[in-house]
């Protein structure tokens, strides 16, 4: 069972700046990757950043210099900043994790998501 809390979504204008944080709480899982989705008005969802818990980062071209992920393990917390934003990162954010049992399998666990909206 794990329950994802995001926070740090807003309005901010382009070329601004943003933080997102998402706090995974577990006790019977491991962590395989934490990251970041999010889904635009009309359109599909996409993988914005992931992390792995040994520190493995995958980025969307889009956003490659722009978005920087990061984690602290012992508090399963994963975080995006956000820089040099623009109109088309507006979007509802979602945090994953990926986690597993041990001799297990698989699971995936969302967020509710936040919103960023970036408007002038």
């Known amino acids: 069972q794990v329950q994802l809390v995001e926070s740090g979504g807003g309005l901010v204008q382009p070329g601004g700046s943003l933080r997102l944080s998402c706090v995974a709480s577990?006790?019977?899982?491991?962590?395989?990757?934490m990251g970041w989705y999010r889904q635009a008005a009309g359109k599909q969802r996409e993988l914005v950043a992931q992390v792995t818990t040994g520190g493995a980062t995958t980025y969307a071209d889009s956003v490659k210099g722009r978005f920087t992920i990061s984690r602290d393990n012992a508090r399963n917390t994963v975080y995006v900043q956000m820089n040099s934003l623009k109109p088309e990162d507006t979007a509802v954010y979602y945090c994953y994790a990926n986690v597993r049992a041990v001799g297990g399998p698989h699971y995936a666990y969302w967020g509710q998501g936040t919103q960023v909206t970036v408007s002038s």
């Open positions: 577990t006790s019977m899982y491991s962590i395989v990757v």
